[in-house]
């Protein structure tokens, strides 16, 4: 599996951003998805997963309410909408891939985390 993130930039708070992540290869719908992100001097952390069906969906505390995940499977497409955002959003972010379930997606322990995208660089102003 080969995941394509994009969509990052440079916003100002409150603003709004759509992240997308393309997955190539076969077999993905075996494959639960996720978004992690890492600011500059800190460890990566999840910021969500959603389940191969999409009905399953598991968000870090300090973005529920305000990022949305979604997927479309026959497009083989990850999305992260997120809205309000805030200086402290700034990061890196990465979508993955990983048959471990959405509640599994959450602390800062990646290293498990089978398929990775490149990252995609957000940036919010205050």
């Known amino acids: 599996v080969q995941l394509q993130a994009s969509g990052g930039g440079l916003v100002q708070a409150g603003g709004s951003l759509r992240l997308s992540c393309a997955a190539s290869g076969r077999h993905l719908i075996a494959y639960n998805m996720g978004w992690l992100r890492q600011a500059p001097g800190k460890e990566r952390e999840f910021v969500g997963a959603?389940?191969?069906?999409?009905?399953?969906?598991h968000y870090q505390e300090a973005v529920k309410g305000r990022f949305t995940i979604s997927r479309d499977n026959a497009k083989t497409t990850m999305w992260l909408q997120m809205n309000n955002l805030q200086p402290e959003d700034t990061a890196v972010y990465y979508c993955a891939a990983d048959p471990r379930p959405p509640s599994a997606w959450n602390g800062k322990n990646s290293g498990w985390i089978k398929y990775w995208g490149q990252g995609t660089q957000v940036t919010v102003s205050s």
């Open positions: 959603i389940s191969r069906s999409g009905e399953n969906i």
